[in-house]
Nanobody
Framework: QVQLVESGGGLVQAGGSLRVSCAAS????????MGWFRQAPGKEREFVAR????????VYADSVKGRFTISRDNAKNTVYLQMNSLKPEDTAVYYC????????????????WGQGTQVTVSS
């Protein structure tokens, strides 16, 4: 079993930056593809970014490309999402997730999910 705990969310002004983290416990997430998702009020959960097991490959949603950066530190069993140039439409609960599938698999079925951290961007 893998437990995922997100942290680092908060309130930030539009144009600002924030970094959210996802700490894993229970077992190493080194072999797992790690992803970030978000869900805004009244909307469905959407994919944000994912990173391969070694950090060498990344995939981003078009809406965040060029503004967000996903990374991981396997020694710390932690995944990060650096968010720059934030917009009010980035407001959502951000979730991290882990799966034992290739980063190139497009589906959103993940094995483990965190509880989420709230990110609010004011205009």
């Amino acid at each position: 079993q893998v437990q995922l705990v997100e942290s680092g969310g908060g309130l930030v002004q539009a144009g600002g930056s924030l970094r959210v983290s996802c700490a894993a416990s229970g077992r190493t997430v080194r072999p797992y593809t790690m992803g970030w998702f978000r869900q805004a009020p009244g909307k469905e959960r959407e994919f944000v970014a994912r990173v391969s097991w070694d950090g060498g490959s990344t995939v981003y949603a078009d809406s965040v490309k060029g503004r967000f950066t996903i990374s991981r530190d396997n020694a710390k069993n932690t995944v990060y999402l650096q968010m720059n140039s934030l917009k009010p439409e980035d407001t959502a609960v951000y979730y991290c997730a882990a799966r034992l599938r290739s980063i190139w698999y497009e589906g959103d079925d993940y094995d483990y999910w965190g509880q989420g951290t709230q990110v609010t961007v004011s205009s």
